[in-house]
């Protein structure tokens, strides 16, 4: 399976991540520029039904490489080079999660390669190379960016491509045994403290609270406004360690980076850290007694006032409007 | 205890950076700082190391100025550091950047005169954000690794750490030496006092020169190269409302948000 693109889907409990049946969309069309194949390759547990989900969405071949977990890094490591290795791909997408993040810069240097990083634009170059936006200096920067050496491997931000239509494929399926080797860390306890789903990344409404929030009482006016307008609860990082909601909201530098269509920002000061992980919002409402507040720099209606005050009226007015 | 933690000197990242007129990243006059999770790697070092005694070494790729990063550090928990002199290192990426510290990890531990047994990275850096640097020192020096974590001690000889996840955490353990990066743990890290600021003042920071690091010169070829920055669009100027009275503040709020169809 010469000249292929390969596009690393991670699964959970046998479904695949929504990223990585994302990043089937821009592989299609790099692969289409350049004659390539785009090939899934789906690692995991139990992988007979989810490799039918990654042709179905589009991939031209799956390969499926069964492991002992969902994610353990020395292992998908080795398995991901050595998959490259065979196949020689020109270029590897691996979803920009958590364990992607760590998965790809081990498969780099095992295949002495660069690795473009929270990919947010990917297009293909007049030079014949894939040219790869990533965010820097917390995502104030663009770099344009391309890779010299193959395969060109990239980790790529979830939300930002999307799916294809689903089909039903015929596409070839090919299973590969790989025994992982030298493996050094072992994962001996999986703890889940935090029961609720979030999923913030692909809310179409967030509706956010910072510090000026005040209490964790005080706190409920945003789970509130978020329930009347269907949306997502999102925070900084002030509320979380006050103990007003759980790590799951957070956004911003150590947390999430959204992009939904709406987001108002509650008492939120509006310090880089947050403001990275929110400016890619279509439209920004904030909310904050400070008039002063960088918030506003970036807010399309900024309204001065006590959130306390403003947000039971705001609830009020869409309930009439919704009525 | 041998406790190495990898330190990169950063623009201040509570101020927001954008292009000069030349197009390059406008951080003339911008304060430099230790990278935020690298402040984070040293506190969870530190608090190791005066659980079970040891000594804490920090190094730092870049230039002369990157020694005030390092004399931070040495006020707050290290008490040896070394800098590699970006002189002749060129432009770099996470592969060559790993590789380096690969090499400076073992130029250090010849001038130690003892190996590192746990080596403290930061899970990113704040102004390139690739994230990738620990793992890939780790797979150049054919060591474990555990990205994210916001706890560690000691056990069995090697480390179990808490990793972050998004439901929770990982208990992972391997084998020393081992490579951790780390995420934001539950504390912030310790301030220096005018004390352990004066004492920094008098330890020495041992300089590294490329020739000192026997890099072979096609490793430091970067692959990653930069084509063009620009600044992502900017929004359009949005409206700040603050009229007279709430009522008033209220009503207009609500008509442009009605108008722009937001609710």
Same mark, same amino acid.
């Given at each position: 399976m010469d000249n292929c693109i390969f596009v690393v889907m991670e699964t959970a409990e046998g479904v695949i991540k929504n990223v990585g049946l994302e990043m089937i969309t821009p592989a299609k069309e790099i692969a289409a520029a350049k004659s390539l194949k785009t090939v899934a390759v789906v690692l995991g547990k139990n992988l007979a039904e989810t490799a039918k989900q990654a042709a179905n969405y589009g991939a031209d071949a799956v390969i499926t490489v069964e492991l002992n977990s969902d994610y353990s890094s020395d292992e998908y490591a080795f398995a991901v080079a050595e998959i490259c290795k065979k196949y020689n791909p020109e270029a590897v997408f691996i979803g920009a999660t958590q364990n992607g993040k760590d998965l790809a810069p081990r498969v780099a240097v095992k295949l002495n390669t660069g690795c473009a990083s929270d990919v947010t634009g990917i297009k293909m170059g007049d030079d014949g190379k894939i040219h790869f936006t990533c965010p820097v200096y917390g995502g104030t920067i663009l770099a344009e960016n391309v890779i010299d050496t193959l395969p060109q491997m990239a980790t790529i931000r979830g939300g930002v491509f999307k799916k294809c239509e689903p089909a039903e494929s015929t596409a070839e399926i090919i299973n590969e045994n790989i025994t992982p080797e030298n493996v050094k860390t072992k994962i001996v306890d999986v703890v889940k403290e935090i029961s609720e789903s979030v999923n913030l990344e692909d809310a179409e409404v967030i509706v956010a609270g910072g510090r000026g929030m005040g209490s964790a009482e005080n706190f409920s006016l945003v789970k509130e406004l978020a329930d009347v307008l269907g949306g997502v609860v999102g925070a900084t990082r002030a509320p979380i360690e006050s103990g007003w909601i759980s790590r799951a909201h957070q956004i911003g530098q150590s947390g999430k980076i959204v992009a939904p269509k709406l987001y108002i920002a509650c008492g939120i000061s509006g310090a880089t850290q947050h403001v990275t992980g929110m400016v890619g919002s279509d439209y920004i409402v904030a909310i904050n007694k400070d008039e002063d507040a960088p918030i506003f720099d970036v807010a399309n209606v900024g309204i001065v006032g006590n959130v306390m005050q403003v947000i039971p009226e705001m609830i009020n007015e869409i309930k009439k409007l919704r009525a | 205890m041998e406790i190495l933690v990898c330190v990169k000197q950063v623009p201040d990242d509570s101020v927001k950076i954008g292009l000069n007129s030349s197009g390059k990243p406008a951080v003339d006059g911008v304060t430099m700082v230790a990278n935020a999770f690298d402040t984070y790697a040293l506190e969870m070092a530190t608090r190791l190391k005066e659980a079970n005694e040891g000594t804490i070494t920090v190094v730092a790729i870049g230039p002369e100025k990157a020694k005030d990063a390092l004399k931070s550090c040495l006020a707050v928990g290290a008490s040896k550091a070394y800098i590699v002199n970006e002189d002749g290192l060129g432009d770099m990426d996470s592969l060559t950047t790993g590789y380096t510290l690969s090499k400076a990890v073992a130029k250090i531990e010849e001038l130690n005169g003892a190996k590192f047994d746990i080596i403290f990275c930061g899970k990113e850096t704040t102004d390139c954000t690739t994230g990738m640097v620990?793992?890939?020192?780790?797979?150049?020096?054919?060591?474990?690794?555990?990205?994210?974590?916001?706890?560690?001690?000691?056990?069995?000889?090697?480390?179990?750490? $808490?990793?972050? &996840?998004?439901?929770?955490? =990982?208990?992972?353990? &391997? /084998?020393?030496?081992?490579?951790? &990066?780390? =995420?934001?743990?539950?504390?912030?890290?310790?301030?220096?006092?005018?004390?352990?600021?004066?004492?920094?003042? $008098?330890?020495?920071?041992?300089?590294?020169?490329?020739?000192?690091?026997?890099?072979?010169?096609?490793?430091?070829?970067?692959?990653?190269?930069?084509? /063009?920055l620009s600044e992502p669009p900017k929004k359009q100027a949005g409206v700040k409302i603050n009229e007279k009275t709430f009522e008033d503040t209220m009503a207009k709020a609500m008509e442009i948000l009605k108008d722009a169809k937001v609710f």
């Open positions: - | 620990g793992a890939q020192l780790a797979e150049r020096l054919g060591i474990g690794c555990v990205t994210g974590i916001v706890d560690i001690e000691l056990k069995d000889g090697g480390i179990s750490v $808490k990793q972050e &996840t998004e439901e929770g955490y =990982n208990v992972v353990e &391997t /084998s020393l030496p081992a490579v951790v &990066t780390v =995420n934001k743990p539950a504390y912030d890290p310790r301030y220096p006092t005018m004390k352990s600021k004066m004492a920094a003042r $008098k330890i020495p920071i041992g300089e590294i020169s490329k020739a000192d690091l026997g890099v072979e010169d096609d490793k430091i070829v970067p692959s990653v190269k930069v084509i /063009s």
